[in-house]
């Protein structure tokens, strides 16, 4: 779900494009400049790309030809709002079921070789969607856009601990590349910082090693940043805290793929002293939106994704409510996905303080998926205050498991017993979400369970 891509996002080059690196400045150069614009500029630079986008899907997509028809949409009109409000959703279960039918009959050679990107895995809806070269260069640059937001400083080493075993495989035979304490320090932070910098060394750990190993790992080494899941960076902050130790290297922790929640915040800043930065992507759009620099909450990355969220009647979200993210990657001529709903909840932010007139998101909620189901088959949001739970210091990690149409589980991983007061704690937390559907209990577990791609779910529900 949310993620501030490392470093080693894009392996794979597209190979038509001869100047890489020139084009990546000239998109820094000009996000210097769009980033100021007024919502109402972005809009209209927005729907400029989408015009030429929907003319592209209605003359090579029959599947969206058909939609963009019955919407009002004919060839050589420019695209308007209200033509796009009425183009239906495309959900997960569509790319899915008709992965074939979505491709491009043609495509602009210019946009660079295709290549599949994979999403869902065990969770959710696993699809796949063929990307085009020209997505991988917006990805890359707007992972350069969030290490410039941030000030980030190149020369210092990364610490990797995101645990994809295919990536340290792959990794493992880049030249210059040596093992030291169980992970594998590798010359550069590789594609895209160490095209257009010289940078500092990256280091792969694997999350899944012990917590004291990671711990003494961190401590040699000294990183000047960490990469890693948020569930797993609460796991070695407690360590750290329990056991007295320190690390004072570190300017910042990127996050990616679940929720960062401000207890976790907090943690961090408690213990490394430094600020968590996280971002919002998904595999099938890329980038959808970034850590403003100066606050927490997140800047849709206009230039290359339109992002919508809706409510339930379809209608869009003002600020302060919560509804569907729907993204539109403004690249993808080989496989067009307009109006994609990825599977997240987001709540609209009011514009930014900062004064960027890219759209704010306050925080993204989670999975749409996380329901509760009765047994007459009404289904419930799940609204546990998560936050509650993971402030109470003894927690390590937990999951709410709803087991049958009456009954869940919060199920804990806890550093000791918990005091009278957390247990009261826990229990109001449980009892406002689910006294009026569901009897709950609450259970201590070793460890819980994480998906294929290494995720630690906050909700299961095995109804
Ligand atoms: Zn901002």
Partial sequence: MIGLRSALSELAWPSVMTDHSAMLMALLRQYDVSQWWTAEQLQEAQFLQLSQLAEHAFRTVPFHAERLRDAGFVSGMKMTPQIWSRLPILTRDNVRDAEKKLRATSYPETFGETSWANSGGSTGIPVRVLKSGMDGVMWQAAHLRELEWNGIDFSLEIANLRGAASYLKALSQNPGAFEDLGGLILADWGHPAALLRETGRMGLLEPTLPLATQAEYLMKRRPGYLIMRPSGLRLILGHFREMGLTLDSLRSVWTMSESVDESLRELCREVFGCPVISSYSSNETGYIAIQCPDATNYHAVSESVLVEIIDQHGNPCKPGEIGRVLVTPLHNYAMPLLRYQVGDEAEVGPPCPCGRGLPSLTRI??????????????????????????????????????????????????????????????????????????????????????????????FISEV
Avoid: C, N
């Fill in 365 to 458: 909620v989670g999975r749409i998926e996380d329901y509760l189901t009765l047994r007459s088959g009404e289904k419930k949001r799940v609204h546990a205050e998560h936050y509650r739970i993971s402030a109470i210091r003894a927690v390590r990690e937990f999951q709410l498991v709803q087991t049958s149409f009456e009954t869940i589980e919060l199920r804990l991983v806890v550093s000791r017993a918990l005091d009278a007061d957390e247990r009261e704690e826990l229990d109001d937390v449980l009892r406002s979400a689910f006294e009026a559907y569901l009897k709950w209990s609450v259970v201590f577990v070793d460890s819980l369970p994480r998906t294929s791609a290494g995720k630690l779910m906050q």
